[in-house]
Every structure is written in structure tokens, then in C-alpha cells.
């Protein structure tokens, strides 16, 4: 268990210091019935949240895309959509090249600005929520 608690903190933190440098706005659109996508509404921003998984998940990886997705749409409502992407299907390769990602991750894109909060995702989804949705809303906020 100390092992793997060990290897997620690593990665975690290795997320927190790789940062995706490009973003094109004209392929970053995802069609809702599409299959890397869920729970996805229609924004009249273009601020979206970008949650990247696997098909198994844990508790955790559970969490960050509850705590996440509640906190938009406490926030935002339908003003910042909210896409859950399962790395696992080969219709969500583009996003991920795109992206620059590996593994779970949590972004928030508007145009050419990406902010990575996999880290503070995965360190307070289970235990710290509230603070999560604090940190979900601040980096949001000045995007908006």
C-alpha cells in the first residue's frame, strides 16, 4: 500500500511539472455523443475542463472527476463545459496528442491557456473538497 501510495505521489508530481504548450482551438472540439467523452454540456464559453482517465479507476481518480465536475457546475453552470475523457478509447487519441497528457489529469483550457490541476485534484478530492472547488474556481475565474 506504502508503495503505491509512493508511485501515485510521483507521478502526480510528475504531472504537476510537465504542462501542455499548445492548444488549437478548431480541433479542440469534442462531439457529445463522441466516445471519449461524458457528461458533457453545451458552454457558451469557451472554457473547458478536461478530465483525462482510464477505464479503472480508484477512489480517488473517482473523486477528482465528482469533486471537479460539481464545482463547474456549482460555479458556472453550463458557462464552462465539462468533458471526462476515458484515455482508454481509441477515439480519445487526439485529445490526449493534443494535450500532451499521460495518465489522469485534470486541465483547464481556454485557447492557447492551459492550467494543470492534477495535482491539487488528486491531493484534496477525497480529503480537502472544498478546497478542490476553491482551486477549480480560482484558476477558472479570471479566464471567464
Not at 21 to 48: F, G, L, Y
Not at 53 to 77: D, F, L, M, N, P
Request: charged residues 25%; aromatic residues 8%; hydrophobic residues 35%.
Amino acid at each position: 500500500m506504502k508503495k503505491t501510495i509512493v508511485t501515485l505521489t510521483i507521478l502526480f508530481i510528475g504531472h504537476f511539472w510537465v504542462s501542455a504548450q499548445c492548444c488549437d482551438k478548431s480541433t479542440a472540439k469534442v462531439e457529445k455523443d463522441s466516445a471519449c467523452c461524458t457528461d458533457s454540456v453545451k458552454a457558451t464559453t469557451d472554457v473547458k475542463a478536461y478530465y483525462f482517465h482510464a477505464t479503472r479507476r480508484c477512489e480517488t481518480c473517482q473523486a477528482v472527476e465528482e469533486v471537479s465536475k460539481e464545482a463547474i457546475q456549482e460555479y458556472y453552470g453550463n458557462q464552462v463545459e465539462f468533458l471526462s475523457v476515458n484515455s482508454d478509447e481509441d477515439a480519445s487519441e487526439t485529445l490526449i496528442e493534443k494535450y500532451k497528457v499521460s495518465g489522469q489529469t485534470l486541465i483547464i483550457v481556454k485557447g492557447n491557456k492551459i492550467i494543470d490541476l492534477t495535482t491539487d485534484a488528486f491531493l484534496n478530492a477525497r480529503t480537502n473538497p472544498e478546497k478542490l472547488k476553491a482551486k477549480i474556481k480560482a484558476s477558472i475565474d479570471p479566464l471567464i
